[in-house]
């Protein structure tokens, strides 16, 4: 009940919401972008959703039109390269992200659940569909963002998620309440700007 009705008319209201209210700051986000380095404002990418299901991500664009398409940045080569400077703040604040508001309105996305991965990112769709974390909506946000997030290593990031799943499958109040903690817990990260590491998969073992 509360996966498949509540916790998607949640994501309906705050989506809505915040389209409406950060209109605004999509035009000045894509005007910086227009100026910083030409080319679209938006980035798209094809994500894994719910039961494996592939969909189309949206970004703000936050790295040059020379980037290698399709690949983690964590496997690429100096990813600082890539980044424009306008980037670097979006990809630093996490504005990049604010796009996938229409994501989850659409009901592609959730506002809290496993980050969706790469169609190609073979070994964490893998380790996830070990935990069953594959069958739930992906989120904007979830327990492994706020747990260290580009920081952990696939096998950590994927028990994580997995711990996420299992709770919300349990439904009721104490669902509602891991989701309010995400939810809390972003914003703090974000404002600290914890765990976000360019070309970073497992760094806080290193």
């Known amino acids: 009940m509360y996966e498949r009705v509540i916790k998607r008319l949640l994501d309906l209201v705050l989506s809505a919401a915040a389209m409406l209210v950060l209109g605004w700051l999509y035009l000045l986000i894509g005007l910086f972008i227009k100026l910083d380095d030409p080319g679209p404002v938006f980035f ?38 890539y980044i424009t400077r306008v980037g670097r703040f979006l ?24 980050r969706p991965a790469l169609w190609n990112q073979e070994d964490l769709i893998a380790e996830r569909e070990r935990y069953g974390a594959n069958d739930v909506r992906p989120g ?5 963002q706020i747990n260290g997030r580009d920081e952990l290593e696939i096998p950590v990031k994927a028990k994580l998620d997995g711990d996420y799943v299992k709770i919300l499958k349990q439904g009721g109040l104490r669902a509602f309440a891991m989701d309010c903690r995400c939810f809390l817990g972003t914003i703090f990260s974000v404002l600290r700007s914890e765990g976000v590491v360019e070309g970073g998969t497992g760094v806080m073992n290193k």
């Open 140 to 144: 904007l946000t979830g327990w492994a």
């Open 44 to 81: 798209t990418q094809k994500r894994v959703g719910k039961g494996k299901k592939l969909f189309k991500l949206h970004k703000f664009r936050s790295m040059k039109m020379s980037t290698p398409h399709d690949m983690p940045t964590h496997l690429l080569s100096n990813p600082e390269q």
């Open 91 to 114: 990809r630093k604040s996490s504005l990049d992200e604010i796009p996938q508001v229409w994501d989850i309105f659409v009901g592609n996305m959730s506002v809290i659940g496993p």
